[in-house]
């Protein structure tokens, strides 16, 4: 078992992290939660699918959304094909360390 906090203020709906990510370091980027989702990749399509989805459900990630897993989430975050099993270890290591 992890026993490292996670800072789950950095972790994105998509359950990344942007700290770190060379393309925020460089200034290429604010970061998807400090640009609420508006950010370069997403740029011709306006903002993060992803994100605006956890934000109208009141979840800082989907693993912690009250209809995770939801039937778009594997088509919509498809750069990871393991999103479910990651956002479910994500959302238990968020509830124990809000115990």
């Given at each position: 078992?992890?026993?490292?906090?996670?800072?789950?203020?950095?972790?994105t709906?998509?359950g990344?992290?942007?700290?770190?990510?060379?393309?925020k370091?460089s200034?290429?980027?604010?970061?998807?939660?400090?640009?609420?989702?508006?950010?370069?990749?997403?740029?011709?399509?306006?903002r993060?699918?992803v994100?605006a989805c956890?934000?109208e459900?009141?979840?800082?990630?989907?693993g912690?959304?009250?209809e995770?897993p939801?039937?778009?989430?594997?088509?919509?975050?498809h750069?990871n094909?393991n999103i479910?099993?990651?956002l479910?270890k994500l959302?238990?290591?968020y509830?124990?360390?809000?115990?």
């Amino acid at each position: 078992m992890d026993t490292a906090k996670i800072d789950f203020t950095a972790i994105t709906a998509c359950g990344e992290c942007c700290n770190g990510c060379s393309k925020k370091v460089s200034g290429e980027c604010k970061g998807c939660i400090e640009a609420d989702g508006y950010v370069p990749e997403w740029a011709g399509s306006g903002r993060c699918r992803v994100h605006a989805c956890a934000r109208e459900h009141g979840a800082r990630f989907c693993g912690i959304c009250s209809e995770f897993p939801c039937e778009q989430l594997t088509s919509v975050i498809h750069w990871n094909p393991n999103i479910v099993e990651h956002l479910h270890k994500l959302a238990e290591q968020y509830r124990r360390q809000e115990d």
